[in-house]
């Protein structure tokens, strides 16, 4: 059975493009029509997709055996399991009776650690941010002490931080060091976090992906690659952590043409 896919034109693609998207499956990005050689992409789209079959095919069922464990956890419903700093925490979820605002809180019990969620009758059906503004907080007090632990050893002085929610990157640097992370890799291991902190730190020093930038990298953390495909192991999970929200960008693997 041939594959489906949605079709995307795109005035900045030089090239055909395919994309798994954990909403749309099999996307694939083409040239405008009015491109030459563009207006009719049906038999080479077809032919690079079956070139590919194996590869996509492997990526969208493992895909959906992610969506099935992120909804056998529970969502975020009461005695749900949720990931935060690496760990499985069983989520408390109770109705707050007290207090100007809903709550959240980390408790380590013999069973295991847990997030004690307190919600106020407004907050009820909004469980997904209130987690979320809690854990923005939580990361950008784990980043920032990270970077101080990092930026002297480094040479480097950011001039700004920011947190945001981006599905394609997990961090970005901008040579006026201004730097961006996600704020879910507060949701990943430590070691994951520190290492996505000191690949941004070292781009201030060195631009590009060559042998002198992940030198700079191995110096502070040799193990670099192994907390980078920790993390491209578990993207879909991290960025499906909180159900129903939105986010700025959807998750994808890539594979293109040329």
């Not at 992610?66 to 408390?92: C, V």
């Not at 631009?207 to 879909?236: C, E, I, K, N």
């Amino acid at each position: 059975m041939p594959v489906p896919y949605v079709l995307r034109r795109s005035a900045r693609s030089r090239r055909l493009r395919i994309t798994i998207d954990p909403e749309l499956g099999l996307v694939v990005t083409v040239p405008l029509a009015k491109r030459r050689g563009w207006a009719h992409p049906e038999r080479m789209i077809d032919d690079f997709i079956g070139e590919r079959e194996p590869w996509i095919r492997r990526h969208l069922d493992r895909q959906a055996r992610e969506r099935a464990e992120l909804r056998a956890r529970g969502g975020l419903s009461d005695g749900a399991s949720i990931r935060y700093l690496g760990e499985f925490h069983r989520l408390r979820v109770a109705t707050a009776t007290s207090g100007r605002r809903s709550s959240v809180a980390r408790v380590v019990t013999l069973a295991g650690p847990e997030l004690h969620l307190g919600l106020l009758a407004r907050d009820l059906d909004r469980a997904d941010r209130v987690l979320e503004a809690w854990f923005r907080e939580q990361a950008r007090f784990v980043i920032e002490a990270t970077i101080a632990d990092h930026a002297s050893g480094l040479r480097v002085t950011p001039t700004a931080v920011a947190l945001r929610d981006p599905r394609s990157r997990w961090g970005s640097a901008l040579r006026q060091g201004r730097l961006m992370f996600s704020w879910r890799l507060v949701l990943a291991p430590p070691e994951a976090l520190e290492t996505v902190v000191i690949h941004e730190l070292a781009h201030l020093r060195v631009f590009g992906h060559g042998p002198r930038f992940w030198a700079v990298v191995a110096s502070r953390r040799p193990d670099h690659l192994t907390w980078r495909r920790w993390l491209r192991t578990h993207s879909l999970e991290l960025h499906g952590a909180l159900a129903g929200e939105s986010s700025e960008e959807p998750a994808t693997v890539e594979s293109s043409a040329g």
